[in-house]
């Protein structure tokens, strides 16, 4: 009987029994279900089990926390519930029976839209500086600051200014014109074809040879250049910002390509396939599914504007910011980046992105109620403080999973929050220039007359789930939540009935950005012990990784690497034992220090969905490494090709076994050379 038996058995019986369990699988830190119905799941009595350290859902797979047992747990789980586990690939693929055709499809459109979002954030940006810089007459006639009468911008008075402006336009132009080539690449990887097919077809949308799309609705009908075939004319219009023509063009390429690759003999698929698959792709987007997607795409982006300009705009907008932060939790507020763009595209504003980042504010605002509620719970402000900040910068999900979902009221306090903000947003008709940062400096991609009441929606967005979160946790808060006096129990004591321990406060972690080593209290042996790091990069938290489990320091506390280009090699962090390392994989390896210290480096984010493609792992589990010994190889371009950050997590998980640790962050560190972290062993 494995050590998790106990948990094990009974989180058989918590998910619903085995007839409520249609894929199991894990990797490194999870157990990955898919429930026939999830609703069986009792979460708040798996929250409860001594191995379990923390839950969430999404995409239609419901997680659970346990840590660098995971695989022992694993092992045990399946074994008493006889289920046999499934890849994470048919796992993945399962968990779409728990979504409706309609969730399915926006979950794909996320997938399709969640590689370009750093390029459209950016390019919002570009256009919010260059909105600064040369659309707004801060100046009159005489060069003097005057923003009531001005007559003059930056670029009008300066010509570094001037040349600046230009130049921004450089990128902002390959962000938005060329949309159409991001996206239909991102079809093709998304759905397993050939990207540069995609790419070729996504250039011959906004290629020079065509009308430039954005010129089209004010070209007379008579002057727009045709592609004359005798019996038929094809206008020559390029597609530039347009979404759901360049959606729709990916897609038939990747069906023709799926379809020649079946039917063409391998010896002549080089040659057959591309050639029967693009040119009639390129045929049919510029004749037939262009001109549709671009009608499309324009009712869909009039409607919307419509809703956010009607005299139902107040009800409109109170919806939208209601639910958007479930929908981030489901992961399906990726399809509103596609609205955005075309809107953007369409009428060259969006008044649906203001809302995105009034809605990220009210979720980091109802944490930051919580961070002064739980002032005196320190292992509470490891969480609560830099989930804060992230969401107030736009990434939402370490609030959400670390701290809102878990207690639920700070959430609804946010979603009210945000409703309320909505409607003053959305009842004075504020305008983005593009998709920008989802949090407080999202103002700058804002236009300039707009500033105003935007400030005071975020202004609202902040006070009002503050308020609300601080009145709510008086009542709902116990005292364990407000003080944690009561610490969590560990894995390894799943076997057995464990009596209650003594209420004792943990003691604080140090985080320091400093080359120094701090003093410390000695320990038995008075040594003062360090991490080098694993991999060449600069060294930030880990409440910076963009994944919420290790943002949220549910698995421990530790540091997040962003690997420096063209680093390949993972190496041992101190001398120890391999301890676990996820098979066929090879993404994360936890190790053993030789003074008992738990650690675990986790290469990338949801690198696990590449089932080991681009890495290897040279040693084996039990084996004994010294410092600075090879462990993993990765290949960079493999995991952003696929999608995927390539963030490192550096973790303690049992960080209590520690003290007086101190984070060396923002230094570039050196794989095997530079100190990370120190600590003193209990």
Not at 117 to 131: D, K, S, T, V
Request: aromatic share 8%.
């Amino acid at each position: 009987m494995g050590k998790y038996a106990v948990d094990a058995k009974k989180l058989l019986d918590l998910v619903g029994g085995k007839e409520n369990i249609s894929a199991v699988s894990h990797c490194m830190t999870r157990m990955r279900f898919v429930l026939a119905d999830p609703d069986e799941a009792n979460v708040e009595a798996i929250e409860d089990l001594p191995s379990v350290k923390g839950t969430f859902t999404q995409a239609g797979q419901f997680q659970i926390i346990i840590g660098n047992d995971v695989a022992s747990f694993y092992d045990d789980f399946t074994e008493i519930s006889g289920i046999e586990g499934v890849s994470k690939s048919e796992a993945k693929e399962a968990a779409g029976a728990n979504q409706n055709w309609l969730q399915r499809a926006l979950g794909v459109l996320g997938e399709i839209f969640a590689p370009i979002i750093p390029a459209l954030i950016c390019g919002g940006l570009i256009l919010g500086f260059r909105n600064i810089i040369g659309d707004i007459n801060f100046f009159d006639a005489a060069g003097n600051f005057d923003v009531a009468n001005g007559t003059q911008s930056l670029a009008d008075l300066s010509q570094f200014w001037a040349g600046t402006y230009s130049f921004l336009w450089l990128i902002g132009e390959a962000v938005f014109h060329m949309l159409p080539v991001g996206i239909c690449w991102s079809v093709t990887k998304k759905m397993g074809t050939t990207e540069i097919l995609g790419i070729i077809l996504g250039l011959t949308m906004v290629s020079s040879q065509l009308l430039n799309g954005f010129l089209v609705p004010t070209t007379p009908a008579d002057q727009i250049p045709v592609w004359n075939f005798g019996f038929a004319q094809v206008r020559m219009i390029g597609y530039q910002g347009q979404v759901i023509a360049a959606l729709m063009g990916a897609f038939v390429l990747v069906e023709l390509e799926k379809f020649f690759k079946k039917v063409t003999p391998e010896v002549v698929s080089m040659i057959v396939v591309p050639f029967c698959s693009l040119v009639p792709a390129v045929i049919i987007t510029h004749a037939f599914v262009g001109p549709i997607g671009w009608a499309i795409g324009t009712a869909v982006a009039d409607a919307v504007n419509w809703g956010l300009s009607s005299d139902f705009r107040l009800l409109f907008a109170a919806g939208f910011g209601l639910i958007y932060a479930p929908l981030v939790m489901t992961g399906l507020h990726h399809m509103t980046n596609a609205i955005d763009t075309q809107m953007v595209a369409a009428l060259g504003y969006t008044t649906l992105w203001p809302m995105i980042a009034l809605s990220n504010i009210a979720q980091g605002s109802a944490v930051l109620g919580m961070s002064v509620l739980q002032k005196h719970n320190e292992r509470a402000q490891q969480v609560n403080i830099p989930a804060c900040i992230s969401c107030y910068l736009g990434v939402t999900e370490p609030a959400l999973f670390g701290v809102n979902v878990k207690y639920k009221f700070p959430l609804l306090c946010g979603m009210i929050g945000s409703a309320c903000a909505a409607m003053i947003c959305t009842g004075n008709g504020v305008q983005a220039l593009s998709i920008g940062v989802g949090g407080l400096p999202g103002i700058l991609s804002i236009r300039f007359q707009y500033w105003g009441i935007f400030a005071l929606s975020m202004l609202v967005a902040v006070v009002i789930p503050f308020l609300l979160t601080l009145a709510a946790g008086k009542k709902s808060l116990t005292e364990r939540d407000l003080y944690d006096k009561k610490p969590a129990l560990k894995a390894e004591a799943t076997t057995a009935e464990v009596a209650p321990a003594e209420e004792t406060v943990p003691a604080a972690t140090e985080t320091v950005a400093s080359e120094t080593v701090p003093e410390a209290a000695t320990d038995e042996t008075g040594i003062v012990h360090a991490l080098i790091a694993p991999i060449e990069g600069t060294v930030h938290p880990i409440s910076d990784m963009a994944d919420p489990v290790f943002a949220s320091k549910t698995m421990g506390d530790g540091v997040m690497i962003e690997p420096a280009p063209a680093v390949s090699r993972v190496v041992a962090p101190a001398d120890a034992t391999v301890s676990a390392i996820m098979p066929n994989t090879y993404h994360a390896i936890g190790l053993t220090l030789d003074n008992g210290i738990e650690v675990l480096i986790h290469v990338g984010i949801d690198t696990v969905d590449m089932n080991g493609d681009g890495f290897t792992c040279p040693v084996k589990q039990e084996q004994h490494v010294k410092a600075g010994d090879l462990l993993l190889t990765f290949d960079q371009a493999k995991i952003k090709a696929a999608g995927h950050s390539a963030q490192t997590a550096v973790i303690l998980t049992e960080p209590d076994d520690a003290k007086d640790i101190a984070y060396f962050l923002g230094a570039h560190a050196l794989a095997g050379e530079t100190e990370i972290v120190t600590y003193l062993a209990h």
